[in-house]
């Protein structure tokens, strides 16, 4: 994946955060001015469509701010959850998960058709069916574990709203090349009240 470059669906909530906190006075112009290329910095000054691409370069430097400010890498995922239920908004995301919805195996078809809306030419491979699945995002080496741990936890949690079905879904590969998104059904644990457990989308070291 050369020449990495990212869509405005997920530049423009990254964006959005630190124009926030730079009108709240959490980051001040200086902090930005210090942080960010005059590139990176036209990002915050000048909002993104979903159709626009940055570049990799650019996005880490906003990936970066972010990051110092919410917790490292455990608050990026986290903060997936709440981008992912802006996203369900968006049109594009909307008729994702309603595609896939009608497949076999949807959580790993959303996972694979996501990413190629989230990552310019993203280079994936798909394996799976019905009960599991797994989609290996090639070529990230240069991406920072940081941004491949939003992304990864991005598209994880974009994988549980698209069934009914009780997945277990989880990311590897921040600290290698290739990142890598898989989940098969949930085992059912019986409780006292017979309820099974739904495991959470975790980031796995």
């Not at 701010?65 to 986290?78: N, P, Y």
């Not at 890598?180 to 017979?194: K, R």
Request: proline share 1%; aromatic share 6%; hydrophobic share 45%.
């Amino acid at each position: 994946m050369n020449g990495i470059h990212l869509s405005g669906l997920i530049v423009e909530p990254i964006a959005e955060r630190i124009r926030g906190w730079n009108v709240a006075g959490k980051i001040s112009e200086e902090d930005l001015e210090n942080a960010l290329s005059g590139d990176a910095r036209a990002l915050i000054d000048h909002s993104l469509s979903e159709e626009d691409w940055a570049s990799l370069d650019d996005v880490e430097g906003l990936v970066g701010l972010v990051a110092e400010q919410i917790g490292g890498e455990t608050g990026l995922v986290e903060w997936a959850d709440e981008i992912v239920s802006d996203w369900q908004e968006k049109a594009a995301i909307e008729n994702l998960v309603k595609a896939g919805c009608s497949l076999m195996d949807s959580p790993g078809f959303v996972v694979s058709q996501a990413s190629a809306l989230l990552l310019r030419d993203a280079d994936w491979l798909y394996d799976g069916g019905r009960s599991s699945f797994n989609v290996r995002l090639r070529g990230m080496s240069e991406v920072s574990p940081a941004l491949k741990a939003l992304i990864g936890a991005l598209l994880a949690r974009l994988a549980m709203i698209s069934t009914d079905l009780e997945f277990d879904v989880r990311f590897d590969g921040v600290d290698d090349g290739d990142l890598v998104v898989f989940g098969e059904i949930a085992e059912q644990e019986s409780d006292e009240g017979g309820k099974g457990r739904l495991h959470q989308a975790a980031l796995i070291a």
